[in-house]
């Protein structure tokens, strides 16, 4: 007879020993591709699991893809520092847990005093499977009629003042 698996249980919060961090769900992470010439992927912690020993921790997270990861690709009007919420949900390790990171609002990260390596923005929902967005437009500006990348320098429209 084949022994039975311990139940999971569900943890508050989990620290990644390599950095001497406590991720919580709710929290932004920067995972670890099996690829090293490839960035860190970003996700958000939606819940976090360990066997009954309370080890083996296992995070269930929620994708965000970056535009170049998306169909369509990377965009003239996609920062550098942006990424979509994805509906594409996962279970990882949690070793593969790099570090913290924020993901904010188009709005807040455009008013972000100095950008680190660990912030970046979203301004997009993202569906896997269709590659469709919402919202499915954002303002364009001016004669350019692109959305505002927030890595481009833009001066106030003579004609307008957008």
């Known amino acids: 007879m084949a022994k039975a698996k311990a139940p ?3 943890l508050d919060s989990y620290t990644v020993k390599p950095i001497n961090k406590i991720v919580k769900p709710g929290d932004c992470v920067l995972l670890r591709p099996s690829d090293p010439s490839m960035p860190s992927y970003v996700a958000k912690i939606e819940r976090i ?5 309370g080890a083996n921790a296992r995070v269930h997270v929620r994708w965000y893809y970056r535009p170049e990861e998306s ?31 924020t993901v904010h609002s188009f709005k807040s990260y455009t008013k972000l005093d ?7 923005f979203c301004r997009f929902e993202y569906n ?7 919202p499915d437009r954002v ?10 990348n927030p890595d481009d320098l833009m001066v106030q429209c003579e004609i307008c003042s957008d």
């Open 8 to 10: 999971r249980r569900t």
């Open 49 to 53: 699991e360990s066997d009954g020993r």
């Open 71 to 101: 169909i369509g690709g990377r965009r003239q009007f996609h920062g550098s520092k942006e990424v979509f919420l994805s509906d594409h949900y996962d279970i990882q390790s949690a070793d593969t847990i790099e570090g913290k990171c």
């Open 114 to 120: 100095a950008v680190g390596n660990d912030d970046f």
């Open 128 to 134: 896997s499977s269709t590659g469709a967005f919402i």
């Open 139 to 148: 303002a364009v500006y001016c004669k350019c009629e692109m959305p505002y």
